[in-house]
């Protein structure tokens, strides 16, 4: 019998997944989607499936036939469940665990986990995979959660087990979501002349990463050696410059309404991803500025279309 060689995309119509999707498509791959819900137009030869991700008759014909698994599903925001850790640990934690007791019967499986850079260190002006994990969040807590049973997973398994934590990614394909994706959102904003809500004075500061960055830096987390790495620009931009370059690159004024700080949310985050750079080769390509006009660009042309 030959080796499997298929790559699974857990959560894979989420932004990030359908950026992955196409990637791997366009090279020919066996790709297979599990989501919870229909994933809408898919590249052709890509295999949807509709599913809970603990669900073992649909996850183990999955990965008898994926050699690669990439963990992206995530149910919620730090916004979404700021007060109820319980709503966290039923959305996100217990699935992902059900989804790891099966893979446990792969052993074979070389695993990425898709976990976030933005949650998990509370406030620092610029941190490293060593950094000591502080989440100001339940999301984030589960987040730190499940890096631990995906850490104890590669200890018990021959093949690789890796860690990615990204930054705030944006771009072209990312669709609009309550509370998630404020790049996507000021955008949206600016063409149809609505408000922006900005939690806070503006002064917070994030990293924020181009979507094609972050697709090379998974692929090539498949070919390297196994860890944790930071993924992001590793430059920070307040939500007040935010707003200055949205409206210079677009040409639009944006009206915003500013509501009091929430308790999740952190006052500064940036991250080291030299690790990342030294071990995998990986580099950020795409500026702010740049990334910003092509995702513009995006969202005019598919308004017109």
């Not at 406030?123 to 987040?143: C, D, Q, R, W």
């Not at 930071?230 to 707003?243: M, R, V």
Request: hydrophobic fraction near 40%; aromatic fraction near 6%; charge should be neutral.
């Amino acid at each position: 019998m030959s080796s499997p060689s298929g790559i699974l995309l857990v959560g894979g119509s989420g932004f990030i997944g359908r950026a992955l999707v196409a990637s791997f498509a366009a090279e020919g791959r066996e790709v297979h989607v599990l989501s919870r819900k229909p994933a809408p137009s898919l590249p052709t030869g890509v295999q949807g499936h509709v599913g809970d991700q603990g669900d073992k008759a649909i996850l183990r014909p999955l990965l008898a036939r994926c050699a690669q698994v990439i963990h992206l599903a995530s149910a919620t925001t730090p916004g979404d469940t700021v007060w109820s850790p319980s709503a966290e640990a039923e959305a996100s934690l217990l699935p992902a665990l059900r989804f790891l007791e099966c893979l446990q019967d792969f052993p074979e499986s070389r695993v990425i986990f898709v976990s976030t850079g933005g949650a998990l260190y509370g406030n620092a002006e610029i941190a490293s995979e060593t950094t000591v994990l502080s989440p100001s969040s339940y999301h984030g807590a589960g987040k730190v959660a499940l890096e631990a049973f995906f850490s104890v997973l590669g200890q018990r398994r021959s093949s690789q087990t890796t860690i990615l934590r990204p930054s705030n990614i944006y771009g072209p394909g990312q669709p609009q979501r309550a509370g998630f994706g404020i790049i996507r959102n000021m955008l949206e904003r600016a063409r149809d002349g609505g408000q922006v809500t900005l939690w806070g004075d503006g002064s917070s500061v994030r990293d924020y990463l181009y979507i094609d960055d972050m697709v090379a830096a998974c692929k090539l987390v498949l070919l390297g050696p196994a860890g944790i790495f930071n993924i992001g620009a590793g430059i920070g931009t307040s939500l007040n410059e935010l707003i200055a370059q949205v409206q210079m690159i677009t040409g639009r004024t944006l009206l915003v309404q500013r509501r009091p700080a929430r308790a999740s949310d952190v006052r500064q985050i940036v991250l080291d991803a030299s690790r990342a750079m030294e071990c995998l080769g990986w580099r950020p390509k795409v500026g702010l500025a740049e990334g910003i006009l092509a995702t513009w660009n995006w969202l005019v042309d598919e308004r017109q279309a």
